[in-house]
């Protein structure tokens, strides 16, 4: 069995997080969705994200649900294909309502940039040039 990433995300409104993820291409598990999660499709077999109201969220947990809006834990990172791949999810984030906080970086053999989904959570999306 693959080992996979399951990513556990409190959001405010559930479908409108749908639909934002939703216009960046992401897919949604109808087995593993319902009123109180969404499981989401980033990576098919290796990295999803369970959307989850925050108060079911705060029933998993036994501290404060950060607002993410004021405070971040984490930056989720994902690699990407090409540049071209970046500035496509970011003009769809974009699009979609997210922030986009910084302009991308462009080290040469690195290229990236993030945006801010409608909850506050922190993407960042990087392409790295593989080595010859």
Not at 45 to 50: E, F, N, T
Not at 86 to 106: K, M, N
């Amino acid at each position: 069995m693959n080992k996979q990433i399951i990513l556990n995300l409190p959001v405010k409104d559930l479908e409108k997080s749908r639909a934002f993820f939703s216009a960046l291409g992401f897919t949604f598990d109808p087995r593993f969705s319902g009123e109180k999660a969404a499981f989401m499709n980033i990576v098919d077999g290796s990295i999803q994200a369970m959307l989850t109201t925050e108060a079911f969220f705060q029933s998993l947990i036994n501290k404060p649900v950060v607002n993410a809006k004021q405070a971040n834990e984490v930056v989720i990172c994902l690699s990407c294909d090409s540049r071209q791949e970046v500035d496509s999810l970011i003009a769809r984030a974009a699009a979609a309502g997210g922030r986009i906080p910084h302009p991308p970086e462009d080290h040469g053999f690195m290229y990236d940039q993030g945006f801010e989904d409608i909850d506050g959570h922190l993407w960042n999306l990087v392409w790295t040039a593989q080595e010859t």
